[in-house]
T-cell receptor, first 111, second 116 residues
Framework: DAKTTQPPSMDCAEGRAANLPCNHS???????VYWYRQIHSQGPQYIIH???NNETNEMASLIITEDRKSSTLILPHATLRDTAVYYC????????????FGPGTRLSVLP | DTAVSQTPKYLVTQMGNDKSIKCEQN?????MYWYKQDSKKFLKIMFS???????INETVPNRFSPKSPDKAHLNLHINSLELGDSAVYFC???????????????FGPGTRLTVL
C-alpha cells in the first residue's frame, strides 16, 4: 500500500504556479520523497526527489516540511503540457525497495 | 535515442493464448522492472530483476514470468491469458545504487494488452 495521501484532482491556470500537496505522516528517517508524473498514455516520468532539504531542478521545486510529514511539489509556471497525474512516493534509500504508486493527483492546467 | 523501449505497443489476443512483451534498455542499468496498470489506473509492481535476484510481487499469478537473455533485456511472458490480464504493462529500469543515490526508474512507453 502507498504510504502517501494526495488530493485526487486539482486545477491550475496556465502560467500560474501549481502547488501539489502530499501527506506522508508515517515516513521514516531512511525514506526519501519522490515525485513522478504520468502524462496520458505514457510511462511515468521522474520529476524530483528529496530527503529533508528543499530541492529544485529544471522541472520543479520540492518543499519538505521540517517534520517531514508532508511535502509540496511546485511547478512554477504551469503549461498545458504539465497536465498529468502526479505521484508522490516515499521510498527507503536502501536499494531494493520498490516504488509503490498510489492513485496520485490528476492536475489539469487550464488555458 | 530511446532509453527504455517496449514492443509491441498494442497487443490484442484471445483468451487462453500465450504471448510475450519485449523490453530493452540502453542506459546500462542493471535492474529492470515490470509494472501493470489496470483500468482503474493503479500502477503496481510485478517484478524487479537484476542479474542476481528476481523479486516477485506475491500477487502476480505464476502464468506471468520474466525472462532476461542479457542485462539490457527483460521480457514478459504470459501463459493462458485471461480477460483480467487486459491492462497496460510498463517496463522500467534503474541503476543499482545503495545509500543516497538517486535510484530513479526510467519507464518505457507501455504495452496495451487486450484479451478478448
Amino acid at each position: 500500500d502507498a504510504k502517501t495521501t494526495q488530493p485526487p484532482s486539482m486545477d491550475c491556470a496556465e502560467g500560474r504556479a501549481a502547488n501539489l500537496p502530499c501527506n506522508h505522516s508515517t515516513i521514516s528517517g531512511n525514506e526519501y520523497v519522490y515525485w513522478y508524473r504520468q502524462i496520458h498514455s505514457q510511462g511515468p516520468q521522474y520529476i524530483i526527489h528529496g530527503l529533508k532539504n528543499n530541492e529544485t531542478n529544471e522541472m520543479a521545486s520540492l518543499i519538505i516540511t521540517e517534520d517531514r510529514k508532508s511535502s509540496t511539489l511546485i511547478l512554477p509556471h504551469a503549461t498545458l503540457r504539465d497536465t498529468a497525474v502526479y505521484y508522490c512516493i516515499v521510498r527507503d534509500y536502501n536499494y531494493g525497495q520498490n516504488f509503490v504508486f498510489g492513485p496520485g493527483t490528476r492536475l489539469s492546467v487550464l488555458p | 535515442d530511446t532509453a527504455v523501449s517496449q514492443t509491441p505497443k498494442y497487443l490484442v489476443t484471445q483468451m487462453g493464448n500465450d504471448k510475450s512483451i519485449k523490453c530493452e534498455q540502453n542506459l546500462g542499468h542493471d535492474t529492470m522492472y515490470w509494472y501493470k496498470q489496470d483500468s482503474k489506473k493503479f500502477l503496481k509492481i510485478m517484478f524487479s530483476y537484476n542479474n542476481k535476484e528476481l523479486i516477485i510481487n506475491e500477487t502476480v499469478p505464476n502464468r506471468f514470468s520474466p525472462k532476461s537473455p542479457d542485462k539490457a533485456h527483460l521480457n514478459l511472458h504470459i501463459n493462458s491469458l485471461e480477460l483480467g490480464d487486459s491492462a497496460v504493462y510498463f517496463c522500467a529500469s534503474s541503476k543499482k545504487g545503495g545509500g543516497r543515490s538517486r535510484n530513479e526508474q526510467f519507464f518505457g512507453p507501455g504495452t496495451r494488452l487486450t484479451v478478448l
